[in-house]
């Protein structure tokens, strides 16, 4: 039995397959433990299964988690007390950084401290050579030295990051069998990144090192209260306790806890990845190649952009930390459900990215003393009087009317306040889209949004307006598609290596780049092997290249014509290429899959010809700045080929959409929602 867990910042939600269907369910995070809501809505699931059916063919539990915990802890600032070991004479390479500066024109930025303070940064009187070559050897006495000089410091965990060591890990493999001997939980560069560019790669190898202790906790917790979650109450006395959790990586696959607690830097990005895992699955349903994800939760929104495979890039930046480990190209802005409005200095009204989150939450939640952009969508009608999660989270849109009206500054009315609000956060995302899709040479005018996350419906339409996108692609289990993503996620393990190669010189000797290419891959099946994946693999390669003299790198596909690939790429980003100039290789990359087994789709009953959509009411709210009256639709009465126009809400256990004036929606065979602008109808769907 499978079942895929996604803990937001508001809601922890978890989808599972019971008699073949896909099920849903949401309960409250808790920020403090997250374990304790993974434990709470996996008791949920188990009383849907049933005892019997738990147990029968005495099967065991695959737990799949997407969490936040390592977001949060480098966001906080709350991770592990860590010390450096280095190459003596680069312990301040944390400190100085790169040139590049994050605002140009500002200048009062604060920049990041260092996770790991002066005091914690150790030299090691060690040296290799840019090839690897030994200029000095690191000896036993000094090995000794640094061990002692580490226990003084009382760390929690250890990073070591020693000079070209990605050309040759011994001097960095000495000094870890020493350090975990002595007991520290150890973070060495070689494992965890073996590229080039010392800054990233201590970046990467401190930030592992600082969420190792927490996320191995925090798995060890999940393990156990799971496991009494699950397998509590009357049971077969030959029943046996089979619990296996993976996590998922912000690569798209998932990786065993095992391995996630050794390498936690892996999953910055685990929720949103299986976000984005998710909408390209309803993409690939819908029929649509050219989408840009939206994934707006409680408390931030997730958007990225897919043109027929997933997107990941080795340049990311986590808390203002260089997070050089593949991630899906996902960009985050603090604007979600519980994103708290506030007046500036100037007056000015601005959303986020502080959030209510689920403590005390929103206003409409009973405990919340200021707005959001909820209680904004509550004040303006959007939820009617059944609150959310199907009738059984009651709001109180009264409740955040009256506390609204205090706080609404210089707006008219309140109506007016809330719709500010709204105004504001669409335009914070808006600008999140443009900067994944514009500013890297793609048109939205050509991509379809697929809208999810809780209150991903209620702003899909306004954004898709804005970027007169082709239309909206709501799926199935909008507010949990993350957590459908997470599920149907494979095993995917990624391994590197930095060869600086000119192209001449490998086209010359292809048969080279063959050689260095199958050390890795007999490492990723072997990888694979351990994480008990290795019946279905897929191998991907692909080449980091750059222009000789050039300080950034694209990745192509290592098959067929890689040198015009990377021209045609280059072009794409950055408007130009130069045919005539020397290219090189950086990197190779191999990233190996597992395929798991997978839910699939399930067709919807087929709508009558002829027959009408089915109403379930009429709601009062304002839509446009107009009050009107919308048709409420509840989405599990829909049938394949239904189809209705707006003024509309459409309501579901997981999630809120909003049809306005204008706008058709059509229902797919597979109960997934294509919203387009009248005038367009189905442009872009499946023939129904």
């Known amino acids: 039995m499978r079942i895929a867990i996604d803990t937001g910042g508001t809601f922890t939600d978890c989808v599972f397959v019971r008699d073949g269907k896909l099920q849903i369910l949401k309960v409250p995070s808790q920020r403090a433990t997250p374990e304790e809501a993974i434990a709470a809505a996996v008791r949920r699931a188990r009383k849907q299964f049933g005892a019997r059916q738990v147990f029968s063919d005495d099967r065991g539990l695959d737990l799949v988690c997407g ?4 977001t949060n802890a480098l966001l906080e600032r709350r991770g592990a007390r860590v010390v450096l070991v280095t190459t003596a004479g680069f312990e301040d390479v944390l400190e100085i950084g790169r040139q590049a500066r994050t605002k140009l024109y500002d200048f009062f930025v604060d920049k990041a401290e260092p996770l790991v303070p002066a005091p914690g940064r150790i030299g090691a009187h060690e040296r290799l050579a840019w090839d690897g070559s030994t200029i000095r050897k690191l000896t036993r006495q000094e090995i000794g030295r640094i061990v002692r000089l580490v226990r003084r410091a009382k760390p929690e965990a250890v990073a070591i990051c020693f000079l070209f060591s990605f050309r040759n890990p011994q001097h960095e493999k000495w000094m870890a069998d020493a350090l975990r001997e002595a007991g520290y939980l150890t973070s060495v560069s070689h494992e965890i990144l073996p590229e080039f560019r010392e800054y990233e790669r201590s970046s990467t190898t401190v930030v592992n090192a600082y969420l190792t202790p927490l996320i191995s906790g925090y798995l060890r917790g999940t393990q156990s209260r799971v496991s009494t979650a699950w397998y509590s109450g009357p049971r077969p006395k030959a029943a046996t306790t089979k619990l296996r959790v993976h996590v998922m990586q912000s690569n798209g696959g998932i990786i065993s806890a095992e391995k996630a607690a050794r390498q936690p830097v892996t999953t910055i990005l685990s929720g949103p990845a299986g976000g984005v895992t998710g909408a390209a699955y309803a993409a690939e349903l ?10 707006m939760g409680g408390t931030s929104t997730d958007v990225a952009l897919l043109s ?15 997070v050089a480990v593949p991630m899906l190209e996902i960009h985050t802005v603090g604007a979600g459900g519980g994103s ?17 989150g689920a403590e005390p939450g929103p206003i409409c939640y009973g405990r919340g003393e200021r707005a959001t952009v909820t209680d904004a969508h509550a004040v303006l009608g959007h939820f009617g009087e059944t609150g959310l999660l199907g009738g059984s989270f009651a709001l109180d849109a009264a409740l955040a009317r009256r506390m609204m009206e205090k706080a609404r500054g210089a707006f008219r009315t309140v109506e007016e306040f809330a719709e500010g609000i709204l105004a504001v956060a669409n335009a914070v995302m808006e600008k999140a889209i443009r900067v994944i899709s514009v500013e890297r040479g793609h048109d939205p005018r050509d991509y379809t949004l697929v809208a999810f996350g809780g209150a991903g419906g209620l702003h899909a339409c306004g954004l898709a307006s804005a970027l007169e996108m082709r239309g909206v692609l709501l799926p199935i289990f909008p507010g949990g598609l993350s957590a459908l993503g997470i599920l149907r996620a494979d095993v995917v393990r990624e391994f590197s290596r930095t060869v600086l190669l000119a192209v001449g010189e490998a086209k010359r000797s292809v048969g080279g780049l063959r050689r260095i290419f199958g050390p890795l891959e007999i490492e990723a099946r072997r990888a694979l092997q351990q994480e008990g994946s290795a019946s279905k693999i897929r191998i991907e390669r692909r080449l980091d290249m750059r222009y000789a003299g050039q300080a950034y790198e694209l990745s192509v596909p290592a098959s067929g014509d890689f040198v015009s690939a990377f021209h045609r790429v280059h072009e794409q980003r950055y408007g130009y290429h130069d045919a005539k100039r020397a290219v090189e290789i950086v990197n190779l990359r191999v990233r190996a899959t597992g395929i798991t087994e997978k839910p699939q789709g399930e067709k919807i009953a087929r709508a009558p010809k002829g027959s009408r959509v089915r109403v379930a009411g009429s709601l009062d709210c304002v839509l446009d700045e107009k009050r009107r009256a919308a048709a409420l639709i509840a989405r599990e009465e829909l049938r394949s080929g239904d189809s209705f126009a707006g003024p509309a809400v459409i309501s579901e256990y997981s999630a809120t959409t909003l049809v306005p004036e204008g706008w058709r929606a059509n229902v797919d065979d597979f109960g997934q929602i294509l919203l387009t602008t009248t005038g367009k109808p189905g442009r872009h769907a499946r023939n129904n």
Do not use: Q
Request: proline share 4%; no cysteine; hydrophobic share 40%.
């Open 67 to 70: 969490t936040t915990v390592g």
């Open 308 to 322: 027929g495979e997933l997107r990941t890039t080795s340049e990311s930046i986590a808390a203002g930390f260089p």
């Open 286 to 295: 819908a029929g649509l190649d050219k989408v840009i994800t939206f994934d």
């Open 340 to 356: 708290i409005a506030r007046f500036d200095r100037g007056g000015a009204l601005r959303v986020g990215p502080e959030s209510a």
